[in-house]
């Protein structure tokens, strides 16, 4: 009985030590749902070199990819809520997914928001053998050739896949879509010549527009991108409207508590404040949102809005998981 009553003790002692262990007292992991080298995935690693010092503690990018995001961001929603799990999402994983996918999760109540990190304009760009000089003639080969012109995407639902149905539509062109684990994949194949065209995240693209591998023909934007000014915008390019952004954020798992949640959040402020990060984001044309749309609170108002414009226009373009 003595042996028992001392064991109780011991464990109720070192659970006491476990809750009384400041936070973060060992490394963190941010889950991306992405394959490594995509946009989510560049945008998470800029942000880790910041944060792991603003919190002391090392942080972990584990690439955790299939069905548009939506396996990494399940995984997510089931990870411990004592903050060691961040998980970086956009408007396909926390958007679209919530149509396309059976997901048996509600994306607005089983996630804790964080903060919005950058949100990132679409290119159109081609291969470089395509014979299409600008927007008007690569158009012109779509409505030569409808479905007919391999197009990558990160799967059923993402963000490139979203920018592409909403092209068809403003184009009046059709494309055939080529589904992968991710747009860094796909923009490798882009660059070897196996697909023809993508609609991509600016920052996913800028590398390989700059090394002259692809070919960019517009920014889905009213402005041109400070990092590639000599790209035109759709408006000027002649398709009008066309403008396409994807927004990257933080999430955390349901019921996290709020001490931790405003840690993370004082770190996510700190990196996207730094100078080194905001060049970095800049570089590959990522736009960082402004400092009162950086909260907690404010990712939630902005994830419930865009939920409420974006379902509709997904149900009425009936996506279909590949």
Known sequence: MKRAILAAVVL??????AQAEPYPSRPITIIVPFAAGGPTDAIARIMNDRMRASLGQPIIIENVTGAGGSIGMIRAAQAAPDGYTISMG???THVAAGVIYSLKLDLLKDFEPLALVATNPMLVVTKKGLPAKNLAELIALLKAK????PTGTAGAGSGSHLAGIYFEKVSGTKLIYVPYRGVGPALQDLVSGQI????DQASNSMNQIKAGTIKAHAVAAEKRLAAAPDIPTVDEAGLPGFHVSVWTAFWLPKGTPKDVIAKLSVAVKDAL???????RLADLGLEIPPLEQQTPEALGKYHKAEIEKWWPIIKAANIKVE
């Open 90 to 92: 956009n408007t396909g």
């Open 196 to 199: 023809d065209m993508i609609i």
């Open 12 to 17: 109720a002692f070192g659970v006491l030590g």
């Open 146 to 149: 409808p479905g007919q012109v």
């Open 273 to 279: 404040a730094d100078a080194t990060v905001q060049k």
